[in-house]
Nanobody, 115 residues
Framework: QVQLVESGGGLVQAGGSLRLSCVAS????????MGWYRQPPGKERELVAT???????HYANSAQGRFTISGGIGQSTTSLQTDNLKPEDTAVYFC?????????WGPGTQVTVSS
């Protein structure tokens, strides 16, 4: 099992920035990808950004150019720098990690962007 804990959410005005962080513990040696999803109010959970053990990153179109994922699977950490935030970025942001057979989720951190 892998446990994930996020931090760094909060309330910010449109155009502002937040840095989200996530730390993994437990069977971290099994992790092959880490990343971030988000769930806006009343909507389904959606991909934001991920990276793999090989360093390959992937961004959702909504995040491209404004969000930057960083971290290292060897360090069992990941961060998401969110810049130029928009009201539509308001959501609960979840850290996720995947092993060969399972996906793990953190409890989430709320990001609220005011207009």
């Amino acid at each position: 099992q892998v446990q994930l804990v996020e931090s760094g959410g909060g309330l910010v005005q449109a155009g502002g920035s937040l840095r989200l962080s996530c730390v993994a513990s437990g069977d971290t040696i099994t992790i092959i990808t880490m990343g971030w999803y988000r769930q806006p109010p009343g909507k389904e959970r959606e991909l934001v950004a991920t990276f793999t053990t090989g360093g390959t990153t992937h961004y959702a179109n909504s995040a491209q150019g404004r969000f930057t994922i960083s971290g290292g699977i060897g360090q069992s950490t990941t961060s998401l720098q969110t810049d130029n935030l928009k009201p539509e970025d308001t959501a609960v942001y979840f850290c996720t990690a995947r092993s060969r057979n399972s996906r793990f989720w953190g409890p989430g951190t709320q990001v609220t962007v005011s207009s």
